[in-house]
Nanobody, 128 residues
Framework: QVQLVESGGGSVQSGGSLKLSCAAS????????MGWFRQAPGKEREGVVT???????NYADSVKGRFTISQDNAKDTMYLQMNSLKPDDTAMYYC??????????????????????WGQGTQVTVSS
């Protein structure tokens, strides 16, 4: 059984930084893609960044240059370093994973519907 557990959320001022973690358990060796998604109040869940098992990344334009995804395969843990945070980054952040459907020649999609495994989320609040 797969379990994804996020941590590291919190409240920061605009321009600040946070680092999120996602600890995975279960048959993680089958994951081809993992990623971070977020959902702000009243909005749809959107892709932030994804990473393949081989380390290929795919960022949403809104976070390029500010957020960095990484993974430690030995620890089955994925990270999201968020710098230069803005109030628009305020959202619940979710970790997600997929075995086969999210991968293509272009890497791992940031479209949420391709991901079958989800964590419970961690809240990030950025004040101006």
């Amino acid at each position: 059984q797969v379990q994804l557990v996020e941590s590291g959320g919190g409240s920061v001022q605009s321009g600040g930084s946070l680092k999120l973690s996602c600890a995975a358990s279960g048959y993680t060796y089958r994951f081809n893609c993992m990623g971070w998604f977020r959902q702000a109040p009243g909005k749809e869940r959107e892709g932030v960044v994804t990473i393949s098992r081989g380390g290929r990344t795919n960022y949403a334009d809104s976070v390029k240059g500010r957020f960095t995804i990484s993974q430690d395969n030995a620890k089955d843990t994925m990270y999201l370093q968020m710098n230069s945070l803005k109030p628009d980054d305020t959202a619940m952040y979710y970790c997600a994973a997929d075995i086969v459907g999210a991968w293509s020649a272009g890497g791992c999609t940031i479209e949420k519907n391709y991901y079958n495994y989800w964590g419970q989320g961690t809240q990030v609040t950025v004040s101006s």
